[in-house]
């Protein structure tokens, strides 16, 4: 069992940078593959990014490629999820999540953070 929580969300302008993390609980956080969805207003929940437990499998939706970054820090139990170049159309509710793999990253969910992008 992994317990998420996020954090880092807030209201930015178009063209600015937010960082999220999420801090998860559990002895076994080194196996588990991590990663971030979100969900727009009135629509179904995305992927966005995940990221394997040794780092060395990342994943972006096309939506981010180039925008966003995914990193992780086994020792402190977290995951990052750097945004940059912020759209309006990142403005979501984004989530953490945890898996067995990048392909089954969904297992586990934190209660999400939102993002706010507008000037």
């Known amino acids: 069992q992994v317990q998420l929580v996020e954090s880092g969300g807030g209201l930015v302008q178009p063209g600015g940078s937010l960082r999220l993390s999420c801090a998860a609980s559990?002895?076994?956080?080194?196996?588990?593959?991590m990663g971030w969805f979100r969900q727009h207003p009135g629509k179904a929940r995305e992927f966005v990014a995940a990221i394997s437990w040794g780092s060395s499998s990342v994943h972006y939706a096309d939506s981010v490629k180039g925008r966003f970054t995914i990193s992780r820090d086994n020792a402190k139990n977290t995951v990052y999820l750097q945004m940059n170049s912020l759209k309006p159309e990142d403005t979501a509710v984004y989530y953490c999540?945890?898996?067995?793999?990048?392909?089954?990253?969904?297992?586990?969910w934190g209660q999400g953070t939102q993002v706010t992008v507008s000037s």
């Open positions: 999540v945890a898996g067995a793999s990048v392909a089954v990253v969904n297992t586990y």
């Open positions: 559990g002895r076994t956080f080194s196996t588990y593959a």
